[in-house]
T-cell receptor
Framework: DSGVTQTPKHLITATGQRVTLRCSPR?????VYWYQQSLDQGLQFLIQ???????AKGNILERFSAQQFPDLHSELNLSSLELGDSALYFC?????????????FGAGSRLTVL | GESVGLHLPTLSVQEGDNSIINCAYS??????FIWYKQESGKGPQFIID?????DKRQGQRVTVLLNKTVKHLSLQIAATQPGDSAVYFC???????????????FGSGTQLTVLP
């Protein structure tokens, strides 16, 4: 157990729908990162939050959004889902705001869009 | 944009042999590198890291070598065991000039299979 908790583990939904993925960082970590892992793209950085504020943005689609709450948990919202959004979504956490740290990853949420 | 890639998508080794997983990076400004291991059904797990002011760093059964001249990174696993079977990713980061936070850029991964 890495200490980073992600729910749900698996999610199956239809195109056009909206889903929310949840992440609780490791105790003491202030930064949360979201990554998307698909078969043909590897691990793609989506977005980072540090202590409630957006710190960096990667290749995140406009249909996707995220936030980090005062208790430091984070949610990734995916809307108007398309087949190509099917992927593993990983959350990672670290103590500081710098991306030059060792990130601790959760087990991921597998999203299947039918 | 800048990218990190791996030379070999798959690697099979006999149990007990040494494994070498290679990684090429294209951003000469990258100054920090990390190797991650991802087992089936799990998230990536930190193995070892190295900063650009070093050429070599050793951990338990693993060694990372950095050749900045040719922008090449390798992970050596000694006495490979069945539990080493996984996908291995290299990741690099550099200080962005935009003022935003550094981020890790991951390579595409190498599947290591340990044969009995």
């Amino acid at each position: 157990d890495s200490g980073v908790t992600q729910t749900p583990k698996h999610l199956i939904t239809a195109t056009g729908q909206r889903v929310t993925l949840r992440c609780s960082p490791r105790s003491g970590d202030l930064s949360v990162y979201w990554y998307q892992q698909s078969l043909d793209q590897g691990l793609q950085f989506l977005i980072q939050y540090y202590n409630g504020e957006e710190r960096a943005k990667g290749n995140i689609l406009e249909r996707f959004s995220a936030q980090q709450f005062p208790d430091l948990h984070s949610e990734l919202n995916l809307s108007s889902l398309e087949l190509g959004d099917s992927a593993l979504y990983f959350c990672a956490s670290s103590q500081t705001s710098s991306g030059a740290n060792v990130l601790t990853f959760g087990a991921g949420s597998r999203l299947t869009v039918l | 944009g800048e990218s990190v890639g791996l030379h070999l998508p798959t690697l099979s080794v006999q149990e007990g042999d040494n494994s070498i997983i290679n990684c090429a990076y294209s951003n000469s400004a990258s100054d920090y590198f990390i190797w991650y291991k991802q087992e089936s059904g799990k998230g990536p797990q930190f193995i070892i890291d190295i900063r650009s002011n070093m050429d070599k760093r050793q951990g338990q059964r693993v060694t990372v070598l950095l050749n900045k001249t040719v922008k090449h990174l390798s992970l050596q696993i000694a006495a490979t065991q069945p539990g080493d079977s996984a996908v291995y990713f290299c990741a690099e980061t550099y200080h962005p000039y935009s003022g935003s936070a550094r981020q890790l850029t991951f390579g595409s991964g190498t599947q290591l299979t340990v044969l009995p």
